[in-house]
């Protein structure tokens, strides 16, 4: 782990929220990853046996994984405040994912639940798991599960809720407040914009894949932190959106309406660019860099981030802390 990452690390637990970029990448990425993050924030659930003697900090951290494709369970087995590493320590790990939250049942960003809830099942996990999806993906992961391993998703010894989600209808899980909204792709993909209850000022997005819209663009440009899924520079792909199209859509972003506690009038807005092609994540990265001079002189209130990006790895944004490692070892 590089020394960047670990201080970023350290400095979490003073933070309140904390948004840890696992992979950034598009789905066959050998470079980054799959695109998925991990939300941390407070929680209030009281830990009794052999969890009783971690400490007040770590009984409040609840954790989210939003969107597990199949690379991403190898970037959290190695995490030892996830998983215990048995030949180093039987002390109880700092956490387990108590929801995860999927964007849509392509590969690349839902079957890695799989393996996942193999982990757990090995390890005997009896904590209840929240799962949040669009429809139709439930039954994707289960089918997938039951060709994997049989019996299937029902050798848990553990309780599974299944929520759901559904554009523009507010959901409300574990402190965090959700707004889902379409974009235009292959499959149901519902983005959306969260906040939680410790912060219900600021707010997060996360776009998925596919073509933006501008109820998309609507609901995402309300968040502090936006994730925009970016596939190239400007070739248009369906299903998938441009470095060139986001651009023109966020040139239409004067004064961002406030709608409390989403928003406030003329905010900054960050926006990080996710999941491009393997061949254009230079290309969109150089891109992002003249986009920022751009609109240091015209004194825009929006800046472009580039989530592969090394000299850009930590972002803290409002009371936000956000990690990025851009060299995950898969």
């Known amino acids: 782990m590089s020394s960047r990452f ?3 690390i350290t400095r979490e637990a003073r933070s309140p ?15 980054d990853g799959n695109t998925s993050f991990l939300l941390l924030a407070p929680g209030n659930q009281r830990l009794g046996g052999a969890h009783k ?21 190898a970037r959290l087995f190695s995490d030892p405040r996830i998983f215990r590493k048995i030949s180093r320590t039987k002390r109880a790990p700092a956490f387990s994912i108590d929801q995860i939250v999927l ?3 392509h590969a690349d960003h839902a079957f890695g639940v799989v393996p996942l809830l193999m982990k757990y099942w090995q390890e005997k996990r009896t904590k209840p798991l929240i799962i949040i999806a669009p429809r139709g993906t439930r039954k994707v992961i289960e089918t997938f599960f039951k060709l ?3 019996p299937g998703i029902s050798r848990m010894q553990f309780q599974i809720q299944w929520i759901e989600s559904q554009p523009y209808l507010p959901l409300k899980s574990l402190g965090w407040n959700f707004e889902f909204v379409k974009t235009d792709h292959k499959v149901l993909n ?11 000022h600021f707010s997060l997005a996360v776009s998925g894949d596919g073509a933006l819209t501008a109820e998309a663009v609507d609901v995402f440009s309300k968040a502090d932190i936006w994730f925009q899924e970016v596939f190239t520079l400007a070739e248009i792909i369906p299903g998938h959106t441009t470095l060139r199209q986001l651009e023109q859509f966020t040139k239409k972003l ?14 900054p807005l960050s926006i990080v660019c996710t999941h491009p092609m393997d061949e254009c994540r230079e290309m969109i990265r150089r891109a992002v860099d003249r986009i920022n001079l751009n609109a240091t002189k015209q004194k825009r209130a929006i800046t472009f981030v580039s989530a592969t990006s090394e000299d850009k790895a930590i972002l803290t944004k409002k009371g936000f802390h956000y990690v990025c490692n851009p060299k995950i070892k898969l």
């Open 6 to 8: 670990q201080a970023a």
């Open 190 to 200: 519902l983005g959306f914009r969260a906040f939680h209850d410790t912060q219900p």
């Open 17 to 31: 929220i904390s948004i840890e970029v696992l992979g950034s990448g598009e789905a066959f990425s050998g470079q």
């Open 254 to 267: 004067k004064n961002l309406p406030a709608t409390a506690p989403l928003a406030t009038p003329t905010k």
């Open 53 to 73: 003697k971690l400490s007040a900090t770590r009984e409040r951290l609840r954790a989210t994984l939003v969107d597990c494709g199949y690379q991403t369970p």
């Open 148 to 150: 994997s391993y049989p």
């Open 103 to 105: 964007t849509h049942s």
